[in-house]
Protein backbone atom coordinates (compact mmCIF):
# COMPACT_ATOMS: atom_id res chain seq x y z
CA UNK A 1 0.00 0.00 0.00
CA UNK A 2 2.97 2.43 0.67
CA UNK A 3 5.07 3.75 -1.54
CA UNK A 4 9.14 4.45 -0.37
CA UNK A 5 9.42 7.53 0.11
CA UNK A 6 13.06 9.74 0.18
CA UNK A 7 14.57 10.28 3.07
CA UNK A 8 13.69 14.29 2.05
CA UNK A 9 10.09 13.36 1.21
CA UNK A 10 9.93 11.32 4.39
CA UNK A 11 10.81 14.91 6.86
CA UNK A 12 8.82 16.99 4.42
CA UNK A 13 5.94 14.60 5.61
CA UNK A 14 6.78 14.89 9.20
CA UNK A 15 7.46 18.91 9.33
CA UNK A 16 3.67 18.83 8.33
CA UNK A 17 2.23 16.24 11.06
CA UNK A 18 4.71 18.10 13.65
CA UNK A 19 3.71 21.69 13.10
CA UNK A 20 -0.31 20.66 12.81
CA UNK A 21 0.51 18.97 15.67
CA UNK A 22 2.12 22.33 17.46
CA UNK A 23 -1.15 24.00 16.46
CA UNK A 24 -3.73 21.90 18.01
CA UNK A 25 -1.71 20.96 21.39
CA UNK A 26 -2.17 22.29 24.76
CA UNK A 27 -0.34 25.19 25.57
CA UNK A 28 1.55 23.35 27.53
CA UNK A 29 1.65 19.39 26.40
CA UNK A 30 4.11 16.81 25.46
CA UNK A 31 4.75 15.06 22.04
CA UNK A 32 6.33 11.41 21.78
CA UNK A 33 7.35 9.95 18.62
CA UNK A 34 8.92 6.71 18.28
CA UNK A 35 11.26 6.81 15.43
CA UNK A 36 13.63 4.07 13.59
CA UNK A 37 16.83 4.14 12.95
CA UNK A 38 18.11 2.34 9.55
CA UNK A 39 21.83 1.33 10.77
CA UNK A 40 22.36 0.01 7.03
CA UNK A 41 21.70 3.18 5.89
CA UNK A 42 23.27 6.04 8.16
CA UNK A 43 20.59 5.66 10.78
CA UNK A 44 18.20 7.58 8.48
CA UNK A 45 15.73 8.62 9.43
CA UNK A 46 16.19 9.39 13.11
CA UNK A 47 19.49 12.18 13.08
CA UNK A 48 17.40 13.83 9.70
CA UNK A 49 13.94 13.79 11.55
CA UNK A 50 15.96 14.97 14.99
CA UNK A 51 17.76 18.48 12.72
CA UNK A 52 13.61 19.24 11.17
CA UNK A 53 12.33 19.01 15.01
CA UNK A 54 15.41 21.44 15.96
CA UNK A 55 13.61 24.39 14.17
CA UNK A 56 10.42 24.27 15.77
CA UNK A 57 9.35 25.67 18.43
CA UNK A 58 8.80 22.19 20.36
CA UNK A 59 11.55 21.70 23.13
CA UNK A 60 13.96 18.38 23.12
CA UNK A 61 13.35 16.77 26.41
CA UNK A 62 14.86 12.91 26.56
CA UNK A 63 15.80 10.56 24.22
CA UNK A 64 14.64 7.42 25.37
CA UNK A 65 15.60 3.55 24.54
CA UNK A 66 13.19 1.33 24.86
CA UNK A 67 14.92 -2.69 25.07
CA UNK A 68 13.74 -5.27 22.77
CA UNK A 69 13.63 -8.89 24.11
CA UNK A 70 14.41 -10.13 20.63
CA UNK A 71 16.29 -8.75 17.56
CA UNK A 72 17.77 -8.98 14.67
CA UNK A 73 21.05 -9.10 12.66
CA UNK A 74 22.55 -11.52 15.12
CA UNK A 75 25.31 -12.93 12.34
CA UNK A 76 27.02 -10.10 11.13
CA UNK A 77 26.27 -7.40 13.33
CA UNK A 78 25.48 -6.17 16.69
CA UNK A 79 22.15 -7.59 17.47
CA UNK A 80 19.34 -4.60 16.79
CA UNK A 81 17.34 -4.73 20.09
CA UNK A 82 16.24 -0.68 20.43
CA UNK A 83 13.46 1.39 19.70
CA UNK A 84 13.38 5.05 19.88
CA UNK A 85 11.63 7.29 21.85
CA UNK A 86 11.88 11.03 21.24
CA UNK A 87 9.99 13.44 24.09
CA UNK A 88 9.51 17.05 23.64
CA UNK A 89 7.14 19.59 24.86
CA UNK A 90 5.04 22.72 23.87
CA UNK A 91 5.46 24.73 26.65
CA UNK A 92 5.93 24.05 30.01
CA UNK A 93 4.27 21.08 30.71
CA UNK A 94 4.47 19.28 34.42
CA UNK A 95 6.45 15.59 34.15
CA UNK A 96 5.68 13.00 36.74
CA UNK A 97 8.10 10.68 37.80
CA UNK A 98 7.55 7.30 37.38
CA UNK A 99 8.40 4.25 38.95
CA UNK A 100 9.61 0.22 37.71
CA UNK A 101 10.06 -2.87 39.50
CA UNK A 102 13.84 -3.04 39.65
CA UNK A 103 14.61 -4.47 36.33
CA UNK A 104 16.75 -7.92 36.96
CA UNK A 105 19.58 -6.21 34.98
CA UNK A 106 20.89 -4.33 37.44
CA UNK A 107 20.67 -7.46 39.77
CA UNK A 108 24.76 -8.16 39.71
CA UNK A 109 25.76 -4.88 41.07
CA UNK A 110 27.59 -5.76 43.56
CA UNK A 111 28.85 -3.58 46.86
CA UNK A 112 30.67 -5.03 50.19
CA UNK A 113 28.44 -3.91 53.03
CA UNK A 114 29.48 -4.24 56.56
CA UNK A 115 31.86 -6.67 55.02
CA UNK A 116 29.00 -8.54 53.50
CA UNK A 117 28.71 -8.62 49.60
CA UNK A 118 25.34 -7.15 48.59
CA UNK A 119 23.69 -7.05 45.46
CA UNK A 120 21.36 -3.77 44.63
CA UNK A 121 18.37 -5.17 45.21
CA UNK A 122 19.22 -5.98 48.37
CA UNK A 123 20.66 -2.90 49.59
CA UNK A 124 17.69 -0.88 48.38
CA UNK A 125 14.78 0.26 50.92
CA UNK A 126 12.29 0.06 48.26
CA UNK A 127 11.07 -2.43 45.34
CA UNK A 128 10.88 0.55 43.18
CA UNK A 129 13.19 3.04 41.30
CA UNK A 130 12.68 6.19 39.27
CA UNK A 131 12.19 5.49 35.47
CA UNK A 132 15.16 6.52 33.40
CA UNK A 133 15.61 7.00 29.72
CA UNK A 134 16.88 3.73 29.32
CA UNK A 135 13.79 1.32 29.42
CA UNK A 136 14.68 -2.58 30.15
CA UNK A 137 11.55 -3.86 32.16
CA UNK A 138 8.86 -3.47 29.56
CA UNK A 139 8.56 -6.60 27.65
CA UNK A 140 8.37 -6.87 23.80
CA UNK A 141 4.86 -7.78 22.49
CA UNK A 142 4.70 -11.50 21.70
CA UNK A 143 1.65 -13.74 21.19
CA UNK A 144 1.24 -15.59 24.32
CA UNK A 145 0.46 -11.71 26.21
CA UNK A 146 -2.94 -10.66 26.14
CA UNK A 147 -2.42 -7.20 24.55
CA UNK A 148 -0.85 -9.40 21.84
CA UNK A 149 -2.83 -8.35 18.04
CA UNK A 150 -1.57 -10.96 15.74
CA UNK A 151 -0.88 -8.63 12.11
CA UNK A 152 0.01 -5.59 14.14
CA UNK A 153 3.51 -5.82 13.37
CA UNK A 154 4.39 -2.13 14.78
CA UNK A 155 2.60 -3.13 17.96
CA UNK A 156 4.16 -0.81 20.82
CA UNK A 157 3.67 -2.86 24.61
CA UNK A 158 1.03 -1.19 26.45
CA UNK A 159 2.96 -0.27 29.46
CA UNK A 160 5.26 1.60 27.39
CA UNK A 161 2.49 4.14 26.33
CA UNK A 162 0.83 4.32 30.02
CA UNK A 163 3.96 5.12 31.01
CA UNK A 164 4.12 8.20 28.75
CA UNK A 165 0.73 8.96 29.67
CA UNK A 166 0.89 9.30 33.44
CA UNK A 167 4.13 10.58 33.46
CA UNK A 168 2.66 13.49 30.64
CA UNK A 169 -1.02 14.14 31.29
CA UNK A 170 -3.72 14.00 34.01
CA UNK A 171 -6.72 11.89 33.89
CA UNK A 172 -9.41 13.03 31.87
CA UNK A 173 -7.12 15.08 29.49
CA UNK A 174 -6.66 14.73 25.95
CA UNK A 175 -4.44 11.96 24.38
CA UNK A 176 -4.29 11.84 20.26
CA UNK A 177 -1.96 9.26 17.97
CA UNK A 178 -2.11 10.17 14.27
CA UNK A 179 -0.57 6.74 13.92
CA UNK A 180 -2.83 4.07 15.81
CA UNK A 181 -2.19 0.64 14.31
CA UNK A 182 -3.63 -1.89 17.27
CA UNK A 183 -5.04 0.87 18.91
CA UNK A 184 -2.61 0.54 21.69
CA UNK A 185 -2.68 4.21 22.51
CA UNK A 186 -6.73 4.03 22.43
CA UNK A 187 -6.66 1.33 25.23
CA UNK A 188 -3.88 2.94 27.33
CA UNK A 189 -5.84 5.73 27.76
CA UNK A 190 -9.17 3.97 28.21
CA UNK A 191 -7.25 2.11 30.99
CA UNK A 192 -5.63 5.49 32.85
CA UNK A 193 -8.83 7.42 32.48
CA UNK A 194 -7.50 9.93 29.74
CA UNK A 195 -10.06 10.62 26.54
CA UNK A 196 -8.00 9.76 22.75
CA UNK A 197 -8.46 10.93 19.38
CA UNK A 198 -7.13 9.02 17.26
CA UNK A 199 -6.67 7.91 13.34
CA UNK A 200 -5.19 5.54 10.65
CA UNK A 201 -4.87 6.06 7.04
CA UNK A 202 -5.32 2.46 6.99
CA UNK A 203 -9.11 0.80 7.33
CA UNK A 204 -7.96 -2.43 8.60
CA UNK A 205 -6.22 -0.85 11.45
CA UNK A 206 -8.73 2.14 12.11
CA UNK A 207 -11.22 -1.63 12.18
CA UNK A 208 -9.13 -3.36 14.63
CA UNK A 209 -8.37 -0.41 17.02
CA UNK A 210 -12.24 0.36 17.06
CA UNK A 211 -12.71 -3.41 17.71
CA UNK A 212 -9.76 -3.19 20.54
CA UNK A 213 -11.61 -0.81 22.55
CA UNK A 214 -14.91 -2.74 22.03
CA UNK A 215 -13.33 -5.64 23.26
CA UNK A 216 -11.65 -3.90 26.58
CA UNK A 217 -15.37 -2.16 26.96
CA UNK A 218 -16.81 -5.60 26.69
CA UNK A 219 -14.51 -8.54 28.17
CA UNK A 220 -12.11 -6.41 29.70
CA UNK A 221 -9.49 -7.76 27.67
CA UNK A 222 -6.72 -5.51 26.22
CA UNK A 223 -5.79 -7.57 22.78
CA UNK A 224 -6.77 -10.94 21.22
CA UNK A 225 -3.74 -12.78 22.82
CA UNK A 226 -2.90 -15.36 19.94
CA UNK A 227 -6.82 -15.14 18.22
CA UNK A 228 -7.34 -12.31 16.25
CA UNK A 229 -9.78 -9.10 15.81
CA UNK A 230 -11.48 -11.28 13.17
CA UNK A 231 -12.05 -14.29 14.84
CA UNK A 232 -15.49 -14.61 14.49
CA UNK A 233 -15.52 -13.53 10.62
CA UNK A 234 -13.05 -16.13 9.89
CA UNK A 235 -15.13 -18.72 11.54
CA UNK A 236 -17.81 -18.23 9.43
CA UNK A 237 -15.76 -18.81 6.13
CA UNK A 238 -15.48 -21.76 4.42
CA UNK A 239 -12.07 -23.73 3.72
CA UNK A 240 -12.19 -22.66 -0.10
CA UNK A 241 -13.19 -19.14 0.74
CA UNK A 242 -10.67 -19.36 3.61
CA UNK A 243 -7.75 -20.07 1.04
CA UNK A 244 -9.24 -17.23 -1.32
CA UNK A 245 -7.62 -14.99 1.29
CA UNK A 246 -4.39 -16.75 1.56
CA UNK A 247 -5.38 -19.20 4.46
CA UNK A 248 -4.13 -22.04 4.49
CA UNK A 249 -6.25 -24.95 6.01
C1 LIG B 1 4.19 1.51 13.69
S1 LIG B 1 2.48 1.69 13.59
C2 LIG B 1 2.08 2.56 15.07
C3 LIG B 1 2.07 1.67 16.28
C4 LIG B 1 1.00 2.06 17.32
N1 LIG B 1 1.33 3.31 17.98
C5 LIG B 1 0.83 0.93 18.35
O1 LIG B 1 1.39 1.02 19.41
O2 LIG B 1 0.16 -0.05 18.06
C6 LIG B 1 2.28 2.92 12.31
C7 LIG B 1 0.84 3.08 11.82
O3 LIG B 1 0.75 4.33 11.12
C8 LIG B 1 -0.16 4.21 10.05
N2 LIG B 1 0.12 5.30 9.08
C9 LIG B 1 1.13 5.38 8.19
N3 LIG B 1 1.06 6.53 7.49
C10 LIG B 1 -0.01 7.21 7.96
C11 LIG B 1 -0.61 8.48 7.66
N4 LIG B 1 -0.13 9.25 6.70
N5 LIG B 1 -1.68 8.86 8.38
C12 LIG B 1 -2.19 8.07 9.35
N6 LIG B 1 -1.69 6.85 9.66
C13 LIG B 1 -0.61 6.44 8.99
C14 LIG B 1 0.07 2.79 9.54
O4 LIG B 1 -1.07 2.29 8.84
C15 LIG B 1 0.38 2.01 10.84
O5 LIG B 1 -0.77 1.37 11.33
Known amino acids: MFQKQTVKEFIEWCNKWIQNSYDILAENSAL ?26 FKSRSFITMRNQRGYGTQKNWMAIRQELL ?3 KGNPE ?8 PKILKGYYKEVEGKITETSERSKSDTIRSGNVWVDIQQVF ?17 SIERIIRASSLEGELITDFFSHSGTTLIAA ?37 SNPFAKELSELNNKELEEIGITV
Open 87 to 89: YYT
Open 95 to 102: YKVQYTDI
Open 32 to 57: YVWLGADQNDNFQPLPQFMIMMSVTD
Open 143 to 159: YRMEENVNGCYGQKPLK
Open 190 to 226: ERTNRRCFTIDIDPLFAEISIRSLEHLRTDGKSGWQA
